[in-house]
Antibody, heavy 122, light 108 residues
Framework: EVQLVESGGGLVQPGRSLRLSCVAS????????MHWVRQAPGKGLEWVSG????????GYADSVKGRFTISRDNAKNSLHLQMNSLRSEDTALYYC???????????????WGQGTRVTVSS | SYVLTQPPSVSVAPGKTARITCGGD??????VHWFQQKPGQAPVVVIY???DRPSGIPERLSGSNSGNTATLTINRVEAGDEADYYC???????????FGGGTKLTVL
């Protein structure tokens, strides 16, 4: 059974940083691309970032480009999202999501974690 | 930018058929994926590549895609189908992954 467990969320002031993590189990982690998707309170889904199986290729939504950095450690089956210069509009539940192939820019999202909540407020 | 348009809400009586649409420019040329999200839960893929169903998803759920509209059809709707449904496509190198705004399915 695939399990994706996020951590690292919390309350942070605008302009500060936060690092999210996701640990995967039940899969050969380095076979698959991974993504972060967020959902603001009462709102829809927004893709944030994706990374290929070997970290060679990454992508970001325009709303976070230049502020967020996605990375992975295949030896530790972990995915990370470094979030800098946080804004109130970054407040959301952040989901770690597995792709069904090794590239982030194709195929589909087949497994989701339960999410970690980020609140940006002074 | 590529935009996916879904109706905010669809209501249907138990046992009837629900159709949730997802509109986009020439969406028929793209692969559409559908996610179901129940309150307080993470999304779950229910249809991928327009019409494929993951194991464990009932055959009552089906998908189609042509022209400017993709459709998720739920036959013999049950109370347990009540959820938010989102469509998604790869919008290309500039738009990346795009989600529709979501449709709240209410079972009357």
């Amino acid at each position: 059974e695939v399990q994706l467990v996020e951590s690292g969320g919390g309350l942070v002031q605008p302009g500060r940083s936060l690092r999210l993590s996701c640990v995967a189990s039940g899969i050969n982690f380095d076979d698959y691309a991974m993504h972060w998707v967020r959902q603001a309170p009462g709102k829809g889904l927004e893709w944030v970032s994706g990374i290929s199986w070997n970290s060679d290729s990454v992508g970001y939504a325009d709303s976070v480009k230049g502020r967020f950095t996605i990375s992975r450690d295949n030896a530790k089956n972990s995915l990370h999202l470094q979030m800098n210069s946080l804004r109130s509009e970054d407040t959301a539940l952040y989901y770690c999501v597995k792709a069904d192939v090794s590239s982030w820019d194709t195929a589909h999202f087949d497994n989701w974690g339960q999410g970690t909540r980020v609140t940006v407020s002074s | 930018s590529y935009v996916l348009t879904q109706p905010p809400s669809v209501s249907v009586a138990p046992g009837k058929t629900a159709r949730i649409t997802c509109g986009g420019d020439d969406i028929g040329t793209k692969s559409v994926h559908w996610f179901q999200q129940k309150p307080g839960q993470a999304p779950v893929v229910v249809i991928y590549y327009d019409s494929d169903r993951p194991s464990g998803i009932p055959e009552r759920l089906s998908g189609s895609n042509s022209g400017n509209t993709a459709t998720l059809t739920i036959n013999r709707v049950e109370a347990g189908d009540e959820a938010d449904y989102y469509c998604q496509v790869w919008g290309g190198r500039s738009d990346h992954w795009v989600f529709g705004g979501g449709t709240k399915l209410t079972v009357l």
